[in-house]
Each structure stands twice: as structure tokens, then as C-alpha cells.
């Protein structure tokens, strides 16, 4: 597009060295080092970078303009801005030619589930012979039976993400599910982004060194409803104490599905039964029965399966098709995965305190009577601190051994994040610790026996671990198949 027709589109607050705006636009960037000739530069102000300090080596290699939030001393065409990261939402959705317009999107919240749930709501589309694409944590599928095409972020920056959504249309593909995640509201990266439906899974404590205070977390997930429109539909668990919350920001015009179990909702789960193969219950939909018998596992997979079957109901659904196709589905990768048997060893991606809680409560509905429930976890670095003691007590609690190790401790000492997690233990004479994520893993299997489950936590899909200014590649799923000789 030409700059003239993007300066003609935006507001700004000044134009600094733009005589000649008759320049073809080709790119967006946001990284001085992988700016090319004809992108716009966006300095963006992050966390820890400051984008205006890199200007000078975004033209050196080649933006024809940058968009800066103050004027900068710099020879260079420039447009100054108030917020650099709203007008990276809205110029990457002109530059691709808004293709949330033209998509039926379907956002996914909430602190745990998220995954899971979008990759339910994609087969349910399939079974129901409407083609859907898929974006978040594990990349980007344009159909179920795509191979993942890499994504940095759980919802990517607003110029990928943009792009990714013009690819989906130009393949004729009207569906997408995407995780939208909490930082990327509230960084304006789904800013632009015609949401059609939102599914609340569940809000719990997570991300505090960024949103500092809970309430702060739920506002940022909650603006992911109050954007919805007459026509639009939501999806919230009822059992989540800030489901009358999420409710409160919805306009009475969108259609309300509400899910749940212990409280009344639309679409609920009774006699709810966990067994080695899997969970089975009744769903109750306007009164009418329907048994499911599922191959996933996990009070957590009864909920996560509620969130698809609303969703699919809010989309007018065959609900037998779809409960059939949900039925049919073993899982997620890194997601309660089961990798050997004898004794059952579980890769699972719980982070936070709630997702601890839920996965050892799965894992031990499957713990034989005669079985130990043995737990390895670890706390990642540069998050919230607070969340470690709680992990801590909730895994000596829940499992008959705790092994204590290191997860992605990126900048700290990984000892001192075990010395926070140990700090909400009652007594750590029976914990084992060990720092090296490798030899945690084989701790375990000199203690495990055949009719023990143990349980893998933090990492789930993840291929790598960040140690200090190292990335190493590390994956859960790997040396539990290594050491445990399956």
C-alpha cells in the first residue's frame, strides 16, 4: 500500500520529514534486525526495551518511515504517534486489508485450558463439515491434520497475528479459534480483531508479575467480552467465581451460553466417573440427557469438553456429531499425556497453582490403590514469585512424593526458586531435590514402580529450557521416553 494511503487512514500527532508520501509500504516491523527495505518501523515501548533506541538501525536497514511516540533526533521520515502499540494493531489490519471481517473468530480466555479447548473446538467445526483454522500456543494449523507452523507468543504481535489471519482467508477458510492470551489484550495485539464468539475457561492465579493484582488480570481478560456485539455469542463456566463478573461486561444483545457442573448452567455434567481409560459423565442440555465417554482424562477435560460443546451449540451444531467427534479425541500434546505405562508416567503443562491442583487430582483418580502418586515440578524464572510456596503446599498435599527441580529459570538462580517453592512445604524431610530437570526425571524411576504414577509438570509441549542467557533444547516427552525405556 502507499504511505499516502496509510497517513490518509490513521491519526497522528505530527509528520516529521514526509514530503514525499507517494513511497510503496511492503512490511511491518517492530525488530531493527529483521527490518528490510520498504517495512515501517514501529518503536514500541515493552517491558524491557524501549523500541525508539533502535530507530537509527531500522532505517539503516531500510524502513521508510517509523512510527515513534515522541520526535526523534534522527534524519528519517517520521510519524509521532500517542501509542505506538494500538497503532500497530490498527495500520497491520489496513495493511492486510482487515481479514477479521471477513473471518468468523472465535476467542478462547481464561488462565488454564485455553489449548485444549481451541483444539476441541476445531475437530468439533471439522466433524460438522465446516473448515477451521487454528492459532496459539502450539503454533498455527490451517485444519486439525496440519502440521504446526511455529508461533513465538500464545497470540502472536499484532502484524503476524494479521498476517496469519490474511492467510487463512486467502485459503477460503471462514473459521478460526484462537487462544487469546491476557498480555495480548492488554497490549493491544487482538486490538482490531472482529471477535464473533469468546468461551471464558477459568481465572485463576497466574502472570502477577505482570498484571500485579487479580482484579487487573481479570479486567484484561474481560475486555475480550466487552467488545462483543449483537449477534455475537459468549461462552463462561459457571463454576468460575468470576463468571457474574465476565457476565456484567457482556451487552445484553450477545447470546450468553453458560457450562458447569456444581452450579446451574445451559450446558452441565452429572455423574461425572474417572477410570484408566478415561472420563465419562451425562451432559445435560435443556433438560435433554446425552452420555459421553471421553479418552482424555481429568475433571479438567470434563470442563474443557463443556466449553466445546457450548460452543458448538452457540454455532447451531449437530450435538450428537458433535459429542461423537469429541469422544473420539485422545488429547493434546503436553496436556495430561500419558507417554509409558508400568508405571504411568504423565507429561503434563501445568504452571500455575490451579493447574498443579487439577492434574495431580486427574492423576490421582488414576493412582491405584497399591500405587504412589509421585510428582517432579519446578517453578519457571522471571514470573511470579508468589505462585511457588502455593505450588509447593499443594503438591505435598496431593502427591505421596515430591521431587522439586529446576523448570525455565531463565535470569534467576534456580535454587532459590526451589528455596521459595520448598517454603510452602510443612515439613521437607521426604522431598528430593534435585536441580537438573534430566536427573529429576531418573530420581523418579529408581523410586517408581510398575503400579505408580508419576507425574511430569510444567513444561508439557516445550522442546526447550531457558537457563539464564542459554536456551537449551529440553523436552519432557523425550527423556521420559528415554529414561523410562519406551
Known amino acids: 500500500m502507499k504511505l499516502r494511503n496509510l497517513i490518509d487512514n490513521i491519526s497522528y500527532i505530527e509528520l516529521v520529514n514526509l514530503d514525499d508520501q507517494s513511497e510503496e509500504v511492503t512490511g511491518i516491523s517492530y525488530n531493527s534486525k529483521k527490518t528490510v527495505p520498504g517495512d515501517i518501523f514501529f518503536c514500541l515501548s515493552g517491558e524491557h526495551v524501549d523500541g525508539h533506541e533502535y530507530a537509527e538501525e531500522a532505517v539503516a536497514n531500510g524502513a521508510c518511515v517509523c512510527i515513534v511516540e515522541r520526535r526523534l533526533n534522527l534524519d528519517a521520515p517520521q510519524i509521532v504517534v500517542s501509542d505506538t502499540s494500538e497503532m500497530i494493531a490498527e495500520v497491520a489490519s489496513l495493511f492486510y486489508a482487515n481479514p477479521s471481517r471477513k473471518l468468523n473468530i472465535i476467542g478462547v ?12 473446538i476445531q475437530k468439533v467445526f471439522e466433524a460438522n463439515n465446516r473448515q477451521c483454522a487454528l492459532i496459539g500456543t502450539l503454533g498455527n494449523k490451517f485444519s486439525s491434520s496440519d502440521s504446526y507452523h511455529d508461533a513465538k507468543h500464545t497470540t502472536p504481535q499484532a502484524p503476524d497475528l494479521q498476517e496469519i489471519l490474511y492467510n487463512i482467508n486467502e485459503k477460503c477458510i471462514p473459521n478460526v479459534v484462537m487462544e487469546v492470551s491476557s498480555h495480548a489484550l492488554v497490549q493491544h495485539r487482538v486490538d482490531f480483531c472482529d471477535f464473533n464468539g469468546a468461551v471464558f475457561t477459568n481465572l485463576t492465579q497466574d502472570h502477577l508479575d505482570f498484571h500485579i493484582t487479580m482484579n487487573n488480570y481479570f479486567k484484561a481478560k474481560a475486555l475480550l467480552f466487552e467488545h462483543l456485539v449483537a449477534g455475537d455469542f459468549a461462552v463462561i463456566n459457571a463454576d468460575s467465581e468470576y ?39 451425562i451432559c445435560v442440555i435443556n433438560g435433554k440427557e446425552y452420555p459421553v465417554r471421553l479418552k482424555m482424562n481429568g475433571m479438567f477435560s470434563v470442563y474443557n469438553v463443556l466449553a466445546a460443546i457450548s460452543t458448538a451449540i452457540a454455532m447451531n ?21 500419558v507417554i509409558v505405562n508400568q508405571p504411568t508416567v504423565i507429561v503434563d503443562y501445568a504452571h500455575t497453582p490451579d493447574g498443579l491442583e487439577n492434574v495431580l487430582k486427574a492423576a490421582r483418580d488414576i493412582t491405584p490403590s497399591d500405587g504412589k502418586l509421585i510428582c517432579i515440578f519446578g517453578c519457571g524464572g522471571d514470573r511470579d514469585t508468589t505462585k511457588r510456596p502455593k505450588m509447593g503446599r499443594i503438591a505435598e498435599e496431593l502427591a505421596d512424593k515430591v521431587i522439586v527441580t529446576s523448570d525455565n529459570p531463565r535470569s534467576e538462580n534456580p ?18 531435590v534435585e536441580p537438573d530437570r534430566e536427573l529429576a526425571i531418573k530420581e523418579a524411576r529408581k523410586i517408581a514402580g510398575p503400579r505408580d504414577v508419576v507425574l511430569v509438570a510444567g513444561k508439557g509441549h516445550e522442546n526447550y529450557q531457558i537457563l539464564a542467557n542459554e536456551t537449551i533444547h529440553f523436552d519432557d516427552r523425550e527423556k521420559v521416553r528415554e529414561i523410562f525405556g519406551e
Open 317 to 337: 451444531f449437530d450435538i450428537d456429531v458433535t459429542i461423537k467427534c469429541l469422544e473420539e479425541i485422545g488429547g493434546v500434546i503436553g496436556r495430561f499425556e
Open 243 to 281: 463468571a457474574g463478573r465476565f457476565m456484567e461486561t457482556i451487552s445484553p444483545s450477545v447470546n450468553v451460553f453458560t457450562y458447569g457442573i456444581n452450579m446451574p448452567a445451559d450446558i452441565s455434567a452429572k455423574d461425572v466417573e474417572f477410570t484408566h481409560n478415561g472420563a465419562s459423565f
Open 109 to 120: 480466555t481464561g488462565t488454564n485450558g485455553k489449548t485444549t479447548v481451541t483444539h476441541l
Open 415 to 432: 535454587q532459590q526458586i526451589i528455596t521459595d517453592i520448598l517454603s510452602g512445604f510443612r515439613s521437607v524431610n521426604d522431598v528430593i
